[in-house]
């Protein structure tokens, strides 16, 4: 697991309490960050090669984050290097960012905040605005 990764993933346990856990058998170090309360991805944590990213013909592996992303947004950062669309996710919600220091830490900690708050429970949003 290299440094970017378990930055975010720190930063989701401190911030959110957030244990990752892995759902899938095949992909054990694939990871993904929920919500306590609804269950709702607001983070997926995996790899994918270059060329399924559309970065490059090869097949090396690439630490990346997908996040949920308000759209008009979203379209902005994919002109930013290490920004690209949802991969695996719908592309107009859902932003994936490397995770090999091209995308600045506070740039996926501002992205992560914001995924979480957007698939936060109704119940949730409504608590924080009181």
Not at 16 to 34: H, I
Not at 92 to 100: G, S
Not at 108 to 117: A, K
Not at 121 to 129: E, L, V, Y
Request: charged share 25%.
């Amino acid at each position: 697991m290299n440094s970017v990764v378990e930055e975010v993933l720190k930063y989701a346990k401190d911030q959110y309490g957030t244990v990752p856990d892995s759902p899938w058998q095949r992909t054990p170090e694939a990871k993904v960050l929920r919500h306590s309360d609804n269950r709702k991805w607001y983070g997926l944590i995996f790899t994918a090669t270059e060329k399924q990213l559309g970065i490059g013909q090869t097949d090396r592996r690439r630490d990346i984050l997908n996040v949920k992303c308000d759209s008009a947004l979203s379209a902005s950062l994919r002109s930013r290097p290490g920004v690209l669309p949802g991969y695996h996710m719908n592309h107009v919600e859902w932003t994936t960012l490397l995770l090999d220091g091209t995308v600045p830490f506070e740039m996926i900690r501002n992205l992560l905040d914001m995924s979480y708050g957007l698939t936060a429970s109704k119940k949730a949003r409504q608590k924080k605005s009181d």
